[in-house]
């Protein structure tokens, strides 16, 4: 070997090192190619739910709430070794305009084997994390309230299904779409099961992340459906402050809770709107999340207007989504709704201007896509690792060998 | 070979803060000192995580090195092991929640001094090292608690002063500012608990009062 050809390969050794230190700082927290049973990720999200409170205690017909929370979700939260933790608090409305109280639902699925359909048995659902998976425990759930710091009720599940409808995993983030329904029960002050003073709730639920799995799988998808004029079926809706929706953002600060207004127009308390009473405007709380969209100033496209509207009025942009719900995607169908018709495609981003947010998503028009949310990462920083820092020290040295 | 052997053969031949004043005030020129051992406590603000907890810090640190041929800098490789208990609460409006942060950082670094007078002097380090954090979160007015591990390599920046009160004794302070840099994006804890969990900063900052023994 000659020296000009030793000293060439020489000097190619610091740069080959170099790329791998680059590469290793770079790549080396991403996540291998994985499936979403063994991803590690968390973030944020949005749930849809529909709370039936029944018991004794509820006098007559059971009133449904509709109620559009943010979501925070893990799966190192998990009690399971693979699983994945869901927690959605929000502020309940209360009964006859009274403010409501803040709720919580804890969700936490079991992933491993590829499981993808949870049935909550009748015991063990909010057994301790330690027990794991064991007595073929796979889904825990708990819906409680918090009351000045104490627990108020704490419901159990004693019975449903969930289903996760979407899922996916790519190298840079996670996402998934948990939908199914809970019976939970709160066996009140005696503690018995099936007594007078039983709390019980029937709880029908989307748990979403943002952005959603449509989204990250590159298909345009229309999100949840909002409670919008004239399409709430249930007497109570309510978009708690933090729901995030891919056309207007966040609607809410948490700064809405306390003294039910704030200066953004945001509605704190919930506003109580018994849809029977109130049939023309049909449509609902419009309090948080409607209100900051209008004071955000939001037009039709998800272009920022100096117009912050008379907020408190019919649910914003719920004339226009009303008018445009008959295009077939209004909340009213929401059982299935704009998430039902994004299965089959009626309603998906191509669907521009039919009223749906979905139009906002990837593929629709104008808006912030989904893209433009916060992340769900399960990726850190990139990490200067002491690796890293050793290669290129090394391949500094080796530099300066080279040149000599 | 003895620690002032290596020492030299590395260059320290100069004694450390000669011309110290000694003790009964007669000027003599103290015996060189290539140690310094630092104990520092002081207050830290976690601005690398998302709700920005504060807390106490303590750590104690090992240092060796001098004034290389003459030079008016002196130089020290310093060892230092830190602690820092921070926390948080009231983040939410929703519910009452709180998070509590344990740090534990070590970092190599090397810091470079010069002498404002014959018992002033100020100094600036550089460091590379790793930080350990554990978090505790509770929500739901204390009804869930929450634990996590994270930990990431970390370069610290750090300035400070000393005050030379004895041949063997310097009281000062020293302002950190340690980047992490691989914690995790996105805190799931920090979220629950009211703060916006990935909106953590690029990095902690601390102020410390330490007492410096020199040997």
């Known amino acids: ?404 | 070979m003895e620690t002032s052997g290596w020492l030299s053969a590395l260059g320290f031949a100069v004694p450390l803060f000669a011309g110290v004043a000694s003790p009964d005030g007669v000027h003599a020129a103290p015996a060189p000192s290539y140690w310094i051992a630092e104990l520092d406590l002081g207050w830290g603000v976690g601005s690398a995580f998302p709700e920005s907890p504060d807390g106490l810090k303590a750590g104690i640190a090992l240092g060796v090195g001098g004034a290389p041929g003459g030079s008016s800098l002196r130089f020290h490789l310093m060892l230092h092991l830190d602690l820092q208990a921070l926390s948080a609460d009231g983040l939410s409006r929703l519910e009452p929640t709180s998070i509590g942060r344990s740090l534990m950082q070590t970092t190599v670094g090397l810091r470079i001094g010069t002498m404002f007078s014959s018992r002033a002097r100020g100094f600036f380090e550089l460091g590379l090292g790793h930080l350990f954090v554990e978090t505790e979160a509770q929500v739901g007015g204390g009804s869930e608690r929450f634990e996590q591990s994270d930990d990431s390599f970390v370069l610290q920046l750090a300035v400070g002063a000393q005050y030379r009160l004895h041949q063997h004794f310097s009281v000062g302070f020293r302002m950190d500012l340690s980047l992490p840099t691989g914690l995790q994006s996105f805190d799931p804890l920090a979220e629950m608990a009211g703060a916006d969990g990935s909106d953590g900063g690029a990095g902690n900052v601390d102020w410390v009062l330490t007492t410096v023994f020199h040997f």
């Open chain 1, 1 to 404: 070997m000659t020296i000009a050809r030793r000293s060439m390969m020489l000097s190619r050794i610091p740069v080959v090192i170099l790329a791998a230190a680059i590469g290793w700082i770079t790549g080396v927290r991403a996540p291998r190619a994985q499936t979403f049973g063994d991803a590690a990720f968390a973030g944020k999200g949005r749930a849809t739910l529909t709370i039936t409170r029944v018991g004794a205690e509820v006098e007559a017909e059971p009133e449904p709430v509709e109620v559009y929370a943010r979501m925070t979700f893990g799966t190192e939260l998990s009690g399971f070794q693979e699983g994945l933790y869901v927690r959605s608090s929000f502020a309940m409305p209360g009964v006859d305009g009274a403010k409501g109280l803040t709720t919580v639902l804890v969700v936490d699925v079991d992933l491993s084997n590829g499981r993808r359909s949870w049935q909550p048995e009748v015991v063990g659902l909010s057994e301790s994390a330690a027990s794991g998976s064991r007595d073929g425990v796979s889904v825990r759930a708990r819906l409680y309230e918090v009351d000045d710091g104490e627990t108020g009720f704490d419901a159990r599940p004693r019975a449903g299904l969930l289903d996760l409808e979407a899922s996916v995993v790519t190298r840079s983030a996670a996402g998934f779409r948990l939908r199914g329904w809970l019976a939970l029960l709160d066996a009140g002050p005696d503690g018995l099961d099936d007594t007078s003073d039983d709390l019980a709730f029937d709880i029908e639920l989307t748990l979403e992340s943002v952005p959603t799995p449509d989204a990250l799988a590159g298909q345009g998808s229309a999100p949840l459906p909002r409670p919008v004029g004239g399409v709430c079926d249930p007497s109570v809706c309510w978009v708690d402050a933090g729901y995030y929706d891919a056309f207007y953002g966040y609607g809410c600060s948490d700064a809405v809770v306390d003294d039910g207004s704030t200066s953004d127009g945001c509605g704190g308390e919930p506003d109580y709107d018994d849809y029977d009473d109130d049939a023309d405007s049909g449509n609902t709380d419009s309090g948080a999340a409607c209100e900051g969209d209008s004071s955000t100033g939001y037009d039709d496209n998800g272009n920022p207007t100096s117009d912050s509207g008379d907020s408190g009025d019919v649910a914003c942009e719920g004339d226009d989504v009303e008018a445009d719900s008959s295009g077939g995607c209004d909340s009213a169908d929401s059982g299935s709704g704009c998430e039902g018709t994004e299965a089959d495609g009626a309603c998906g981003g191509s669907d521009a201007g039919s009223g749906c947010e979905g139009d906002a998503m990837p593929g629709g028009s104008g808006g912030a896509g989904p893209e433009a949310g916060p992340p769900t990462t399960p990726l850190r920083r990139a990490d200067v690792s002491w690796v890293g820092v050793l290669m290129i020290g090394l391949a500094m040295a080796l530099q300066r060998l080279a040149k000599r």
